[in-house]
């Protein structure tokens, strides 16, 4: 992130005296005078807001979709079958990393490109090449390797229908995930541009494709590959069509071509995203080492229960992070444009909402916590499940969630590296003070070790970042002249 923002605070001339490469500068920004209108405060209002309500039931489609068809999936493919295709899809999400962090690269970059058609032309079409050129060896990869490992043997298929059509699966499932990395690049650039609401319609109709895709297939009664490949390439298929339906009919002055790919705004958005991917790795570290340290110290069986506890909050982490991607890009371009104000005023409104939401669902979820998990999972022992666990949790939930505003803020203008000390920081604390809490006091002393953590290493590293992202502190390299003058002027 510290590279994809302007090098000028708001409220600066941020017009640069020469041109500028893209790959040891951040992208400069054609800012319009730092003023802003109560009519273009209230519009940027109506427009976050209507993106985080179609953005929650666009969530609420793609989660609602897997739970239709799971049991007609489950009955139609077989036990093994399933087993196998859940398996697969298991690996598929380890391989998160596979776009280098790009996505979010260019989620932030194109945000400070507000009327530069042009330069939001490079910026897409070097990203489209670059991820390209990933999906394209890991396709050449797949089709080599895949074949030569016994994945029947490895996942304990016995099967020999199922055994048999195990490459196929794995290299369908691989594949449809290789393709979609370049493709997936639409929701963020139709995010960057401010049409939160047609991504989220696009997503929502993705979801439902596969939905319909799935049980059509099985009411075929056509071949169990066929139904695996209606469910896991409905996706790509669906962000193909967004793509072709964006650049050639809505926004084609965007359209990604190869004379528009620059070397140098490659460089600079892979810079940027192994940036994005580094903090996303040490912070997933962080956030995910409790499972392995209570199944070391306290036993797998006391793992387990604790992991269905902890899935009874996941929600809330998913409503941080819809509502953190919708914020993002609006805080950069109105950072871009001097409107330093509103990014204050609308990320005290964040940080109340979060904390009401997260605060009362986490409250509430204290309460009627035990009978949940007896409802969901009926082998758990209700006992096992005590509040004072539950209330930490609604705790640790709630201390990470008042503070993701003011990350989204240091997202939007690249600013990385306080976020990197507090993460680090917090790594090496939490892990032992989570050791100490689970000898001393189970489970309890779990949540309350990460609360204590978070408070004295991310709250000031993050308080620190937001301060001087509002002052316009940004990452500085040196500049060298571009190849090409700034791009077309887009009406303002």
């Given at each position: 992130?510290?590279?994809?923002?302007?090098?000028?605070?708001?409220?600066?001339?941020?017009?640069?005296?020469?041109?500028?490469?893209?790959?040891?500068?951040?992208?400069?920004?054609?800012?319009?005078?730092?003023?802003?209108?109560?009519?273009?405060?209230?519009?940027?209002?109506?427009?976050?807001?209507?993106?985080?309500?179609?953005?929650?039931?666009?969530?609420?489609?793609?989660?609602?979709?897997?739970?239709?068809?799971?049991?007609?999936?489950?009955?139609?493919?077989?036990?093994?079958?399933?087993?196998?295709?859940?398996?697969?899809?298991?690996?598929?999400?380890m391989a998160w990393f596979a776009d280098?962090?790009?996505?979010?690269?260019?989620?932030?970059?194109?945000?400070?490109?507000?009327?530069?058609?042009?330069?939001?032309?490079?910026?897409?079409?070097?990203?489209?090449?670059?991820?390209?050129?990933?999906?394209?060896?890991?396709?050449?990869?797949?089709?080599?390797?895949?074949?030569?490992?016994?994945?029947?043997?490895?996942?304990?298929?016995?099967?020999?229908?199922?055994?048999?059509?195990?490459?196929?699966?794995?290299?369908?499932?691989?594949?449809?995930?290789?393709?979609?990395?370049?493709?997936?690049?639409?929701?963020?650039?139709?995010?960057?541009?401010?049409?939160?609401?047609?991504?989220?319609?696009?997503?929502?109709?993705?979801?439902?494709?596969?939905?319909?895709?799935?049980?059509?297939?099985?009411?075929?009664?056509?071949?169990?590959?066929?139904?695996?490949?209606?469910?896991?390439?409905?996706?790509?298929?669906?962000?193909?069509?967004?793509?072709?339906?964006?650049?050639?009919?809505?926004?084609?002055?965007?359209?990604?071509?190869?004379?528009?790919?620059?070397?140098?705004?490659?460089?600079?958005?892979?810079?940027?995203?192994?940036?994005?991917?580094?903090?996303?790795?040490?912070?997933?570290?962080?956030?995910?080492?409790?499972?392995?340290?209570?199944?070391?110290?306290?036993?797998?069986?006391?793992?387990?229960?604790?992991a269905v506890v902890g899935k009874l909050?996941?929600?809330?982490?998913?409503?941080?992070?819809?509502?953190?991607?919708?914020?993002?890009?609006?805080?950069?371009?109105?950072?871009?444009?001097?409107?330093?104000?509103?990014?204050?005023?609308?990320?005290?409104?964040?940080?109340?909402?979060?904390?009401?939401?997260?605060?009362?669902?986490?409250?509430?979820?204290?309460?009627?916590?035990?009978?949940?998990?007896?409802?969901?999972?009926?082998?758990?022992?209700?006992?096992?499940?005590?509040?004072?666990?539950?209330?930490?949790?609604?705790?640790?939930?709630?201390?990470?969630?008042?503070?993701?505003?003011?990350?989204?803020?240091?997202?939007?203008?690249?600013?990385?590296?306080?976020?990197?000390?507090?993460?680090?920081?917090?790594?090496?604390?939490?892990?032992?003070?989570?050791?100490?809490?689970?000898?001393?006091?189970?489970?309890?002393?779990?949540?309350?070790?990460?609360?204590?953590?978070?408070?004295?290493?991310?709250?000031?590293?993050?308080?620190?970042?937001?301060?001087?992202?509002?002052?316009?502190?940004?990452?500085?390299?040196?500049?060298?002249?571009?190849?090409?003058?700034?791009?077309?002027?887009?009406?303002?």
């Open positions: 992130m510290n590279r994809a923002a302007s090098r000028t605070g708001p409220g600066r001339s941020t017009a640069p005296s020469v041109p500028v490469d893209p790959a040891t500068t951040p992208p400069a920004v054609d800012t319009p005078p730092a003023v802003e209108t109560l009519a273009a405060a209230g519009d940027r209002d109506r427009r976050v807001t209507v993106g985080i309500a179609t953005a929650m039931a666009a969530k609420g489609i793609g989660l609602a979709a897997p739970l239709v068809v799971t049991p007609a999936c489950f009955g139609y493919l077989g036990d093994q079958r399933y087993g196998l295709w859940m398996a697969v899809t298991a690996l598929t999400g280098l962090g790009l996505g979010n690269g260019l989620l932030t970059r194109l945000s400070h490109h507000v009327h530069d058609v042009r330069a939001q032309a490079r910026e897409i079409s070097s990203a489209f090449a670059t991820l390209g050129a990933v999906a394209v060896v890991l396709v050449v990869a797949l089709v080599v390797v895949v074949p030569t490992v016994g994945w029947a043997g490895l996942f304990g298929v016995t099967d020999a229908r199922v055994a048999a059509d195990a490459t196929t699966m794995v290299l369908l499932c691989f594949g449809a995930f290789a393709v979609n990395i370049p493709l997936s690049l639409i929701q963020r650039i139709q995010y960057a541009r401010g049409q939160v609401v047609q991504s989220n319609v696009w997503q929502s109709a993705g979801a439902l494709v596969a939905m319909g895709a799935v049980l059509g297939a099985i009411a075929a009664g056509w071949s169990p590959l066929v139904v695996i490949g209606c469910a896991v390439l409905a996706v790509p298929l669906t962000n193909l069509l967004n793509t072709v339906a964006y650049f050639w009919f809505q926004e084609p002055a965007l359209r990604p071509g190869p004379a528009l790919v620059d070397r140098a705004t490659a460089v600079g958005l892979l810079r940027l995203g192994l940036q994005f991917f580094a903090l996303t790795t040490m912070s997933s570290i962080a956030l995910n080492m409790d499972s392995p340290l209570v199944a070391y110290l306290l036993g797998p069986v006391v793992a387990a229960h604790y909050f996941g929600v809330l982490s998913i409503f941080v992070g819809l509502v953190g991607m919708t914020i993002w890009p609006v805080n950069g371009t109105a950072l871009a444009r001097g409107e330093v104000a509103w990014v204050r005023r609308n990320t005290r409104r964040m940080v109340l909402l979060y904390g009401v939401v997260v605060g009362v669902v986490g409250g509430a979820l204290v309460g009627v916590g035990p009978r949940l998990v007896e409802l969901w999972v009926s082998d758990i022992d209700r006992a096992s499940v005590s509040v004072a666990l539950l209330a930490g949790l609604a705790a640790w939930s709630f201390l990470v969630a008042v503070t993701s505003p003011l990350i989204m803020v240091q997202n939007s203008v690249g600013l990385l590296r306080p976020q990197f000390v507090g993460w680090a920081t917090f790594l090496v604390l939490a892990a032992g003070l989570k050791v100490w809490g689970l000898r001393q006091f189970g489970l309890v002393g779990l949540p309350v070790a990460a609360c204590l953590a978070y408070v004295l290493t991310m709250w000031p590293a993050v308080f620190v970042g937001y301060r001087r992202a509002l002052a316009g502190d940004r990452p500085r390299r040196p500049a060298r002249r571009a190849k090409e003058p700034a791009g077309v002027q887009l009406p303002g």
